[in-house]
């Protein structure tokens, strides 16, 4: 990223003549300047205002650790509730930036290179908002060591066949990898700011960028990285959100145990993550002027992605409904049948309808380029898809095989304002992000910009 040593003098008038001065090309300068700029009043505004929220969900899982999960609204058989929902549902969310960066790398699909590194940092910030919920649900959070395989002197081991220790692998290790490719990613960037900064930024982008150059064997090192790291993180991607399904499908319980539960919560995470990423960046693209970096055809390939993982979501909803019918088990008959007509009609009609029927508008290529559309929908479907795990979690286990052990569940206030409180989180850590670091992969969008210019001048010559 260090500019080219000037040419050798030939005379004296050259050694004399003043160096000219590169001008640093508009990309870097629209992205520089998101993060670069002093915060304006609506950052600082929505700062607050999420501050605030993590503020009120902090206190009240500390109210909640003095006092004992009695608040959470947990009653019997349901002691998997809206912790648990929620936990799945930032999981899911967690997907998009592994997919955009890694899948879609590996294909070779440049239309992702305006929007990976947003995509990465939010994997990063819903994986960690997803484990706070393992401690937030366990209640006496002193104990959460007990998660952890070590030897002790109480000879207690964890349980190597219970589909939630196979949980802590298969995030811990995605968390990992999400990291070093985020990190990995940044690495070229982080150089072009420490050139044009000074003070502690220029401190922080130093330490930061670990001494890149821009040689030709960096680029090459780094080119590999990610390419390693891609094929790396696509079985990932795939195995993290089987892992949590396994936590239901291993379980007898009705409306839970089906072999159609992994590639069913793969396609809804990947539906959700994308989801997320348009429901932020189109606020982001609108407030700090990137119309020109992110463009309505991201958007438009973004919203073709929705409308794919809808209908597999779709698809998924039908089938259980079908397999239910023809399995001939009574149980999972009334467990479906209650999922749409029993106590909890609402949440499952929200369900279907924002998941199911909603996208379905994006078959109409006037939607899938009206931004204000995309984004509408892109919110139901983040609605949407929170509601499906309550469905799935609550409608279970509230109705099991034994009706006189059948209950009712019902959110609590202390319950909504965690869950509040873990929006306010992910949304505080994103908006220091766009302040700290470059929210567009800044080298990956000048490479197409290069690749655009000699295409065209190609074209040109073949012209005349």
Not at 78 to 96: E, L, P, R, S
Not at 277 to 298: A, C, Q, S, W
């Amino acid at each position: 990223m260090t500019p080219p040593p000037p040419p050798a003098a030939g005379s004296v008038a050259a050694m004399i003549r003043p160096t000219p001065q590169h001008a640093d090309p508009q990309t870097n300068q629209d992205i520089l300047s998101v993060f670069l700029e002093r915060p304006g009043l609506g950052w600082l505004l929505l700062l607050g205002l999420c501050l605030s929220g993590l503020v009120a969900g902090a206190v009240t899982w500390i109210y909640q650790i003095y006092v004992g999960l009695g608040i959470a609204g947990y009653s019997h058989p349901i002691f998997w509730a809206a912790y648990i929902v929620t936990f799945v549902f930032w999981v899911g969310i967690a997907h998009a930036g592994t997919l955009i960066s890694a899948i879609l790398y590996l294909f070779r699909a440049k239309w992702r290179n305006a929007i990976n590194r947003s995509a990465e940092a939010m994997t990063i910030f819903a994986v960690f908002t997803a484990q706070l919920f393992l401690g937030i649900h366990i209640g006496r959070i002193w104990k959460a060591y007990f998660i952890l395989p070590y030897p002790n002197q109480r000879a207690l081991w964890v349980n190597f066949k219970s589909p939630l220790l196979w949980d802590t692998f298969a995030i811990s290790t995605y968390t990992l990898i999400s990291i070093i490719f985020f990190y990995v990613g940044l690495l070229p960037d982080l150089a072009i700011a420490r050139d044009r900064t000074t003070g502690w930024r220029r401190l922080l982008y130093g330490a930061l960028c670990l001494g890149w150059q821009g040689t030709a064997r960096q680029w090459k090192a780094h080119t590999r990285t990610v390419l390693h790291l891609s094929g790396l993180a696509t079985p990932l991607v795939l195995s993290v959100h089987s892992v949590v399904s396994w936590d239901f499908a291993m379980a007898l319980v009705p409306g839970w145990h089906a072999t159609i539960f992994a590639p069913y919560f793969v396609a809804g995470a990947i539906f959700s993550g994308f989801a997320m990423v348009l429901t932020v960046m189109i606020p982001v693209r609108r407030i700090f002027g990137l119309e020109h970096l992110i463009t309505d055809y991201h958007f438009e390939n973004m919203s073709r992605f929705l409308l794919l993982t809808s209908c597999i979501v779709g698809y998924a909803y039908g089938i259980e409904y079908f397999i239910a019918w023809y399995s001939g088990v009574e149980a999972e008959r009334t467990s479906f049948w209650l999922r749409a007509f029993g106590p909890y009609w609402i949440s499952t009609w929200i369900m279907i309808i924002c998941n199911g029927v909603v996208p379905h508008v994006f078959w109409f290529k006037k939607a899938r380029t009206h931004v204000p559309t995309i984004f509408v929908v892109s919110t139901l479907i983040n609605i949407g898809m929170w509601f499906e795990r309550y469905v799935i979690i609550i409608t279970g286990l509230s109705r099991e095989f034994n009706p006189a052990v059948w209950g009712h569940y019902t959110p609590q206030i202390a319950e909504l304002l965690i869950i509040a409180g873990s929006f306010s989180f992910f949304s505080t850590a994103f908006l220091i992000f766009l302040k700290l670091f470059p929210v567009i992969a800044i080298s990956e969008v000048k490479e197409l910009e290069i690749h655009a210019r000699s295409h065209a001048h190609g074209a040109q010559s073949e012209a005349h």
